[in-house]
């Protein structure tokens, strides 16, 4: 569990990594896959982000918006879309980078403010 508390401070903005757990962001993020987050609350459709819902329930998932309503995604087809409500959900941050098996691979994000 990441703890956002830090999220204020100089350390907080620092990039971090994380480790997928379970295959619901296969194939692109199979388990054990090492992700580096940018904490920022800025995203776009498409973005790969690390997101926290109701009480501190935080996932990882593709954040996409449909026919103007918000959506996160998993990319494996077991796990259903779930609508994200304006003001119930905050991104804690953006994934920039993974690492599998020393293949390390770079994802592009704009500033773009996500309407939490």
Known sequence: MFDTSTLGSCAGRE?????????????????????????TPYCEHGNYVFIETGEEERWFRQFVVRDDKMYMLALHGDYP??????GQFKILGVIVQSNIKRKIKHYNYHSSRCDA
């Open 81 to 86: 879309d779930i609508e994200l409500t304006k």
């Open 15 to 39: 990039p971090y990594a994380l480790n997928v757990l379970g295959n619901s962001m296969e194939p692109e993020f199979p388990a054990g896959t090492i992700v580096i987050i940018d904490p």
